[in-house]
T-cell receptor, first 116, second 108 residues
Framework: EAGVAQSPRYKIIEKRQSVAFWCNPI?????LYWYQQILGQGPKLLIQ????????DSQLPKDRFSAERLKGVDSTLKIQPAKLEDSAVYLC??????????????FGPGTRLLVL | RKEVEQDPGPFNVPEGATVAFNCTYS??????FFWYRQDCRKEPKLLMS???SGNEDGRFTAQLNRASQYISLLIRDSKLSDSATYLC?????????FGAGTTVTVRA
């Protein structure tokens, strides 16, 4: 079974530029998550989708971050404009249902973003 | 106060040793608990769920103490391949909160 796919794997941009990340979840997984993991910290949830609807985006900095999952399958996360503190690994994860009970959350390899 | 707190370590142990570490959580209404493993520059992967009665998976034993709001992980007979960061994860209403991780290094 194919895992969660993410691209690009690495991205270097200058501050105030824009960047977009793409995620394709495991086939059949209705729930998709975007996390931000800063070096030395645990993953922090940015946004959670159930199919193409947003379940939780309470920690998404909406002035600069946006995400969509238009057809309920793959998703894009955008940062515009980027700041130095956005340097992190952006992890996409998916689960069949809502993770936390019997459902397991599977992570993609992540996109490493460096903002100069 | 952070939702999930862990001793960052590192715990440096020789092969064959036993190592144990804890995680504390702040939300008393949390319903389920997990340990994830994250290798250097890799994504987190589920290691094991933590059940109220405690549970084992091979050399790994997880315990939950709801009264004191902490979770523990014990690794017996450590292998070099156990070197990783162990993330404590707490679920409250299907919202997962991750700790910053405890780093374990097993040396030959």
């Amino acid at each position: 079974e194919a895992g969660v796919a993410q691209s690009p794997r690495y991205k270097i941009i200058e501050k105030r530029q824009s960047v977009a990340f793409w995620c394709n979840p495991i086939s059949g997984h209705a729930t998709l998550y975007w996390y931000q993991q800063i070096l030395g910290q645990g993953p922090k949830l940015l946004i959670q989708f159930q199919n193409n609807g947003v379940v939780d985006d309470s920690q998404l900095p909406k002035d600069r971050f946006s995400a969509e999952r238009l057809k309920g399958v793959d998703s894009t996360l955008k940062i515009q404009p980027a700041k130095l503190e956005d340097s992190a690994v952006y992890l996409c994860a998916s689960s069949f249902g809502l993770a936390g009970g019997e459902e397991t959350q599977y992570f993609g390899p992540g996109t490493r973003l460096l903002v100069l | 106060r952070k939702e999930v707190e862990q001793d960052p370590g590192p715990f440096n142990v020789p092969e064959g040793a036993t190592v144990a570490f804890n995680c504390t959580y702040s939300n008393s209404a949390s319903q389920s608990f997990f340990w994830y493993r994250q290798d250097c520059r890799k994504e987190p992967k589920l290691l094991m769920s933590v059940y109220s009665s405690g549970n084992e998976d091979g050399r790994f034993t997880a315990q939950l103490n709801r009264a004191s709001q902490y979770i523990s992980l014990l690794i017996r007979d450590s292998k070099l391949s156990d070197s990783a960061t162990y993330l404590c994860v707490v679920n409250a209403d299907y919202k997962l909160s991750f700790g910053a991780g405890t780093t374990v290094t097993v040396r030959a």
